[in-house]
């Protein structure tokens, strides 16, 4: 089977699976199987949408609330990214660096960053600065370790081919280390950016006056169900559509990439 059938079988599988959610949904809420005031139907949580994109929400638009979210976290993901890669890749190489290093991220990376996020909030304020430092120490971990974890398995032939050909060790990190490592590199950061997302949703629900997660977390106060699900749907779509965006960029980038 060609590739490009498979792959046409695929979006017919995932449009079949995505349709057959709503004409559930749709059932579910006008047949009565289900409260609408706590499950709104399609329709009314459409109308919803349309209300939040004409008028806004709470004096800020969609666009608002969407570019303050992906703001902050654009933000941390490229702060992560620049600490993490050279970090992680630098502790691989040198295991002296790795023993400086990586108890650190062992220790941060179980932590929820949510049980931290009250020290920053006490130590940097409500603003972006406690939300973008938070959102860089969730980031952080992922990339790293994806880095360290890659560099440590750069086969051993390679490196010693690279020294009989008469590589320094800043030619072998920069030529052969590096380039073995970016497609676990961009793994990492893929799964990183998924992470900081989620973090940054929970942290906009504890203490924030915009974003997504602060536009859902009010209409759960206000018992607007349908704006909930409008929130829970842009979020999700964000997520698919960056993720997409990054595996884009990963087969433009490493196009090698699980191949002999």
């Known amino acids: 089977m060609s590739e490009k059938r498979e792959r046409f079988i695929r979006i017919c599988i995932t449009a079949a699976t995505i349709l057959c959610v709503f004409v559930l949904w749709f059932l579910a809420t006008s047949l009565g199987w289900v409260n609408t005031r706590l499950v709104p139907s399609p329709g009314a949580v459409w109308n919803a949408f349309i209300e939040i994109l004409t008028g806004g929400y709470k004096n800020n638009t969609l666009l608002a609330h969407l570019g303050a979210s992906l703001g902050r976290l654009l933000i941390a993901f490229c702060g992560a990214t620049l600490l993490g890669v050279p970090l992680g890749m630098l502790s691989g190489f040198h295991p002296r660096l790795g023993a400086v290093f990586e108890p650190l991220v062992e220790f941060f990376r179980p932590l929820p960053p949510l049980a ?104 759960q ?36 990439a699980g191949k002999a």
């Not at 799964?191 to 997302?197: K, P, R, W």
């Open 221 to 256: 106060r206000n018992m607007r169900n349908d704006v909930i699900f409008v929130g829970i749907f842009i979020m999700g779509l964000t997520g698919i559509l960056i993720d997409f965006l990054l595996r884009r960029v990963e087969k433009r980038l490493v196009p090698w």
């Open 116 to 219: 931290y996020y009250v020290l920053l909030v006490l130590w940097l304020g409500l603003g972006n600065e406690s939300k973008i430092v938070l959102l860089l120490f969730a980031c952080l971990p992922p990339i790293f370790v994806a880095c360290a974890a890659a560099t440590k398995r750069v086969p051993a032939d390679y490196k010693n081919s690279a020294r009989a050909l008469g590589a320094s060790q800043r030619q072998l990190f920069l030529h052969i280390v590096f380039f073995y490592c970016l497609p676990d590199t961009l793994t990492g950061m893929r799964t990183a950016f998924g992470v900081g997302y989620t973090t940054l949703v929970s942290a906009e629900m504890v203490a924030a006056l915009s974003g997504i997660g602060w536009m859902v977390l009010d209409a």
